[in-house]
């Protein structure tokens, strides 16, 4: 070709060789922008995806020294607001707010009632809304309400008003309070107080008495070691009571009645103290930290054998610390948590994916608090030094790894690890359950029934067209056939979901029956053709058993429907549905494999045919002439030559067949019930990859896990589709270059 | 006997069941293939037949009028093998409004008497689907004089007067309303660019000024219309037909709600045959009501022959030029032809991979990009940052332009080189040789490319789907306001009519008609872009195969 460039004697400004150099220029751009732009496909799903394996990453943006916090003992309490401007520092001593910019304590007003009072507990009541309560030397609990306003000013200024107020002490004890938990609901406030001698009671605050006029306090049997830690639920129903020997006790509080102790559990070697409990957001993984250093999640599972039916279960072990944990910080949006030890070590973990994150140090001195920012874009910490440090924090995919995409996860409220998809659901505090197993396992289900319908028939009716049938008949059939594979899928998924579905429900015995009915039908009619006198077959020519074939199977077919109720009679004790639930346990479902087997399959029919049939007719026909004129009949010629030498083809075929099947998205989308299960029944639905991206990415948010997550779905069917095309279409080349060169 | 056994024996050995096994495979397609236009072709062909309105009359004496739809014995009737199985009738006895249901299911053993009286008649309406009954020229409350011929002939000028009017009304409401509206929104939208503008001078304020003064001036416009269209609105509602029940109940219907009476059973032949004519022009080109259930699919044809059309635009010039390239320009060797399987292979990619591809492509990064840099007054609405035809057109094409790519392939190499040396030979550039000599030889193989394309692009959903297709576009891409073509708008398709009508739609019962007939219709477009792709390749083999040796 490069003896065709134009020679260089043509003249300078040859408006023709300009014109060719122009050409050559455009078309050499335009055609590899077009491939490279149509391979870029491939990379640019893969830029969506990998931000989700991209590890997270704390940066330290600001340390400030507070002097007046420096060595104080007690308990302490930090946070940070949205935008990381305002800290908040709670202690025995004082609350304080710092300005992040200048380091300057804001001046705030403090509630009277707070002076002159020791704080010797705090406990922070969850939820969106900052409440907390305190416990004083005293033995009494004070409720605190502690935030920051945001005011626009009128130049669109932001401005941050922080605020404390504060109940009326409300005295539950004599002794001092040193652990407290508290909780509000719908059915009013509960507090759970260990005060110094070890006495544990509940103090309980009505729905319509929010100040605490009339508390209802009733104290608890004196637990076997001194209590270290309280965790009480939003549900103000269950109480868990970390003690000093190394147990949890879990004490049911029912609305009415008194509190009734359920179990105690060993969380940690004896001897091991629980230093601190804690939930996650939505109160029902509790987690659990010891002086060990260990920290592990725990929930409440049914349990039969258990008396009240529930158990403590341990969910997650996470990364130990060295040293005894001293804070805890749940996030306010995911099942994370942050976990500070007495060495000044700092542990970010993921509950679900049973993942710690990062592990930085602080310093070498202890964390006494730490505190998510509200967006969890950032947290703070406060050590024994009077150190304040906030941290930037790069965490946007913390529920997706391998793991969870594709291993058994144990999700809270599961009774053990599962494979569960599960994107949305009504409630905030349910984090979305990304398992792409059910998913990959309903695409290969769905691909699976269709193929075991659409293999046999292709390959049969490649066979018949390539090999047996009469040549006019063959001109006429392929092309039908072949047209069958422009046919939308839509109509398809239209027909499986709103006719057959329905048909099949009612037609299910006629169906058993036709799987009887039509190969007997064929055998009888080769052996009836094979005896009819050949005063008969002569008016057919050889090759067009089709057409004969044609009424005799539409008869059959028809003969199975109108005899479906005898069918199901005769057969199945006259509903088939009981008879399949109670003989064999298969509950049926209107949309389910079987219908979308014979759809897809029908679909995916056209499909291997037309490349079956181009392999089987490749094979060259002086090599079937041979084995013809040696005696062979065309079947024994067909069977151990022609399919022998196609088979690759064959195999080529199938594979594209199966390419086509597993990414095929309306059908199934139509014709299943789109439930995510892991069951191999033919009798019940699934949900497909391809079919779960058509129905989510609409309500994905643009950049989050979910998006991102059905992306990574998207590379999925893209890399095994092209790698399944790929290898048939080498094999096929292969075999082409066989007979081309043979 | 002997003879028999040498027969069978015959048969076994020499394999004819296998071969008649074979056919039973070719057989099966063929059968299914027939089976389902046929199904299609019954259900959706036969709804616009204006079928016998029949009046049942029940033993318990209550009458029931309504269209016949179908029977089948009753499901757990009881004791089977007691002979004939009881059956049951289903009818569409329509005024969804009224009965709560479009259909009854009616026993066998339960009916008295079936007639099929001439004064029945059907009414389609603009809401709550079809009624069925007597009816007569009515006041608004209620009185009526009895129904005759007479009375009939009035009924039919009323609605003929009534439709004239609707059409007016509608052209008020689409037409000047729209246009008023689209002025008035232009002109916001200009203020709003101002207001974005880094530098405010006096010509910009000037400026703000003529456009507020245009704006008060549309809205008394738009004021006046509405006005007008209200007094409009006022006198269709005036006249009232009486519809009387199978009940006996009386219902004035209210004649701007009437789109069209027929009585079908005082109907000949022809009268029926144009009537079924006039109901299929009316599917075909009207616009879709009831939450696509009834009415036309218009808006769907014109979305899908858009997009294509779009596609095809884009899809040709680049499909041409990269099948250019890898034949003619690229040095051949292991790097092009594993370009060339990799681009094969595309082809097999599922498409709602290509659909993820477009939105995330497409639309977030690219439309997102066109909104901040050209459209910055609408924000934050979107304009190009949203779904829309020319993001699925787009996507559609990449989706194709393997199709494209491979089939002009074809169509190249199979031009014989010696067209190509003559040319050469002669003194032709390059470029001329491409144009001149193999383009033209190769025309067949690349419009096979493009159809099969088209076809392709005609029948796909899922892609669309995260692309910019909606159930219900409020106005057609292509109107009469600058720029004309408005490749940002959402779109209707007829795959994604199907999709919606025929499983998000809260009366999907009724709609089966209309989802067989949308059916019919795309798969008329798909096989007969199929066919023509078909026959194209054929001529193209025929005209090679002679040349060539």
Redesign the interface.
Known sequence: MERTRVPPMLKPFDIRAWLDRTARSVITVGGLATIVSILAIFFFLFREVTPLFSPPSAKLSQRLSVPALLEEQGPAQVAVDEHREIAQVFTSRAIQFIDLKSGQPIPIEMPPQLAGQQITAMASGGGAVPRFAVGTAEGSILLLKIGITTEFSERGERQKHPHVRAGLPIPVTTSPIVRLAYRTGDHGTVFAVASKADRLLIVRLAADDPSGDHPLIEELPQPAGAVTALALDALLENLFVGLSNGAVMHLALPETGAPELRASYPVAPPATAVTALGFLSGDRSLVVMTADGGVSTWGLVRHAEAPSGWTLSRMHVLHAHKGPVTSFAPSQRVKGFLTGDAQGNLFLHHATSSQTLLRLSTGEFPVRAVAFAPKGDGFITLDRAGQLSVYRLQNPYPEVTLGTLFGKVWYEGYDQPAHVWQSSSGSDDVEPKLGLLPLAFGTLKGTLYALLLAVPIAILAAMCTSQFMHQDLRAKVKPVIEVMAALPTVVLGFLAGLWLAPLLERMLPAVVGMVLVVPTLVVLASLGWHLCPPIITRYLPHGKEALVLIPILAAGIGGCLWANSFFEDWWFEGNIKVWLSTHLGIQYDQRNALVVGIVMGFAIVPVIYSIAEEALSNVPKSQIAGSLALGATRWQTVLHLVLLSASPGIFSAVMIGFGRAIGETMIVLMATGNTPILDWSWANGFRTLSANIAVEIPEAPHGGSLYRVLFLAALLLFVVTFVVNSLAELVRQRLRDKYTHG | MAERSK?MK??W?????????????????????AG?MT??MVNGLGQFWPGTLQQVTLRSQEQVIGRLVGEE?I??AGI??TGA?PLRYRYRVGNRDQFGSEYRWINEADIQSIAAPKDLASVERREWGPAYGRISVGTQDGTTASPSEGTWSTVVTLVKRANQLRRRIEHLERDEIGAINHRIEQARLARQALALKSQQGPGEAEEDRRLVDRITVLERDYAATTEALERLRAEAGQEVLLLTLSNGKSVPLSLDRVLAVSRPNAMTLLEKSWAYVHNLWQFVSGEPREANTEGGIFPAIFGTVLMVFLMTLAVM???V??????R???KQGPLVRL?R??????A??????????G???FV?ALGGTIDQWLFPEALPNPTFGTGGILWASLTLA?LT??VV?VATEEGLSAVPPDFREGS?GLGA???????HVILPCALPGILTGLILAM??A?????PL??TGVVKLAPALPLDEYFPYLHLDRKFMHL??H??DV??QSPN?EAA?PM?YMT?LI??LV??L???AA?MLRNRLRRRFATSAV
């Open positions: 027969l015959d048969f050995r020499g394999g004819e069941l296998f071969v008649w096994l074979t056919a039973s495979g070719v057989a099966l397609s063929l059968l299914m293939v389902m199904l299609i014995v499901p757990e089977s093998g199985s010039p680049f499909g030029m990269a099948a250019v390239y890898l003619e320009y690229a370009v399987i990799a681009v094969n292979n595309l097999g990619v599922p498409s709602i991979v290509f659909g993820v591809f939105l995330a492509f977030y990449l332009v393997p790519i050469v550039t390059k470029f001329e040789t491409i144009r076809a392709r005609a029948g796909e959903v899922a789907m995260l795959g994604f199907i999709y025929g499983f999907v089966k989802v059916t795309l798969i798909v096989v872009l199929n066919l078909v």
